[in-house]
Every structure is written in C-alpha cells, then in structure tokens.
C-alpha cells in the first residue's frame, strides 16, 4: 500500500502537467487556425483569379 504523502505528490504532478499539456494544446490549435486560415485565403485569391481568367477567355470568345 503506498502512503498518502506519495499520492499526494503523485496527484499534484498529474495536475501539472496536464495543465502543460493543456496549455500546449491550446496553443497547437491556435497556431493551426491561423495557418488554416491564412490558406483558406490564399485558395480564396487562387480562385478569384481563376474565376477572373475565365471571364477574359469568354469575353474573347476563346473558351477551352
């Protein structure tokens, strides 16, 4: 039977070092989000020039 004096200490270490791994996590996501979005734009700009190019072509009555 382990005492309560290293149960203790056992508990409080857990409680550390979730809090870490927590805080870890949060700024996991965060980093993802932004990079998530900062992609959704450029994909955004991609398409709009596409969209932009299609146009042209149409108007100049040379479509693919």
């Known amino acids: 039977m382990t005492p309560r004096s290293v149960l ?3 508990r409080r270490t857990n409680r550390r070092s979730r809090e870490v791994t927590a805080s870890l996590g949060a700024v996991r ?3 993802g989000v ?3 979005r900062t992609a ?3 994909n955004k700009r ?3 020039h ?3 190019e299609r146009e042209r072509r ?3 009555g040379t479509t693919a």
């Open 46 to 48: 991609e398409h709009q």
């Open 50 to 52: 596409d969209d932009t």
């Open 34 to 36: 932004r990079l998530s």
């Open 58 to 60: 149409m108007l100049h």
């Open 29 to 31: 996501t965060a980093v």
């Open 40 to 42: 959704r734009a450029g």
């Open 8 to 10: 203790a200490r056992r």
